[in-house]
């Protein structure tokens, strides 16, 4: 099946600075999305990638699909407090059955200290 | 309701018994998924629901494990015979559609300890 590598495992930064987080998959996928999870919640999609090589920002994230289609980034910039979670990749695949299923990564523990 | 709403939000059960989790979707999304997350680690998707119907029911890690879903709606993951391996936050997503523009809406899930 489809794996993806999800690095880091965890960040510890100084609120300010700026964060880059990525996922690679063994094989190619159609949709790279990324999610955020709070405590106690599930997983909210901050942005959604469609396009190999497309470059997507949603206030100060940005997410690149790589060409490949076998990669993805996400970045932080000028990191806040509210940023804290777990961060998680995931990417989907047209085909088959597999068509509604997203295969997540491991996630990244983001910790910003004031 | 606005979300995803999944009852009940925590179930300590003992060691083979059988429980039912819920999973109430958004009004209006045709498709709905099951994920499961041990402590610390990724969504590990159990099964999708297009409408009734299951096209994909791969994750389910055992035949202990069932779920159906009626009038488009209401979805329940039934796991019979609980064993400790079982407890994790069962996540229960929905869509307006199965598709790759159609993102997925995650509930606060099901909190499941097994004892």
């Known amino acids: 099946g489809q794996q993806l590598n999800q690095s880091p495992q965890s960040m510890f930064i100084q609120e300010g600075e700026d964060v880059s987080m990525n996922c690679t998959s063994s094989?190619?996928?159609?949709?790279w999305l990324w999610y955020k999870q709070d405590p106690g919640e599930g997983p909210v999609l901050l942005i959604a990638?469609?396009?190999?090589?497309e470059l997507t920002s949603n206030g100060r994230l940005t997410a690149q699909f790589g060409i490949t289609r076998k990669d993805s980034f996400l970045n932080i910039s000028a990191s806040i407090p509210s940023d804290v979670g777990i961060y998680f990749c995931a990417g989907q695949y047209a085909g088959g059955t597999s068509y509604g299923k997203l295969t997540f990564g491991q996630g990244t523990i983001l910790t910003v200290h004031p | 309701g606005a979300g995803v709403s999944q009852s009940p939000s925590n179930k300590v059960t003992e060691k083979g018994k059988d429980v039912e989790l819920r999973c109430d979707p958004i009004s209006g999304h045709t498709a709905l998924y099951w994920y499961r997350q041990r402590l610390g680690q990724g969504l590990e998707f159990l099964i999708y629901?297009?409408?009734?119907?299951?096209?994909?029911k791969s994750g389910l890690p055992s035949d202990r494990f069932s779920a159906e879903r009626t009038g488009e709606s209401v979805s329940t993951l039934t796991i019979q015979r609980t064993q400790q391996e079982d407890s994790a936050v069962y996540l229960c997503a929905s869509s307006y559609q199965t598709g790759l523009s159609s993102p997925l809406h995650f509930g606060n899930g099901t909190r499941l300890t097994v004892t």
């Open positions: 629901f297009q409408g009734n119907s299951a096209p994909d």
């Open positions: 094989s190619i996928f159609n949709t």
């Open positions: 990638l469609y396009k190999a090589g």
